[in-house]
């Protein structure tokens, strides 16, 4: 069974940075690609960004040049850098691996301004 576990998130000013983890047993990191996604109040999940296997990453147009994804497969660990953020970033977060169809249970980020 594949096992997602996110950290990293909390209350943050308007500007300010944070750094979400996600933790997976060898298996969820043995597959392709892994992806963070997002949800606010009232609103649907988002996606955030993906990150292949190799490294090879892409974001939604309202992150770029601000969050960053990464992995580490030797942790079974992906990251998720987030700066300068924005009021609108405030959601649950959560790690997702598309192959296994398996989520996290979301981290909680509000930026307040």
């Known amino acids: 069974q594949v096992h997602l576990v996110e950290s990293g998130g909390g209350v943050v000013q308007a500007g300010g940075s944070l750094r979400l983890s996600c933790a997976g047993s060898?298996?969820?990191?043995?597959?392709?690609?892994m992806a963070w996604y997002r949800q606010a109040p009232g609103k649907a999940r988002e996606l955030v960004a993906t990150?292949?296997?190799?490294?090879?990453?892409n974001y939604a147009d309202s992150v770029k040049g601000r969050f960053t994804i990464s992995r580490d497969n030797a942790k079974n660990t992906m990251y998720l850098q987030m700066n300068n953020l924005k009021p609108d970033d405030t959601a649950v977060y959560y790690c997702?691996?598309?192959?296994?169809?398996?989520w996290g249970q979301g981290t909680q980020v509000t930026v307040s301004s």
């Open positions: 990150i292949t296997q190799i490294g090879n990453t």
């Open positions: 997702y691996a598309p192959v296994v169809n398996a």
């Open positions: 060898r298996l969820t990191f043995s597959i392709n690609t």
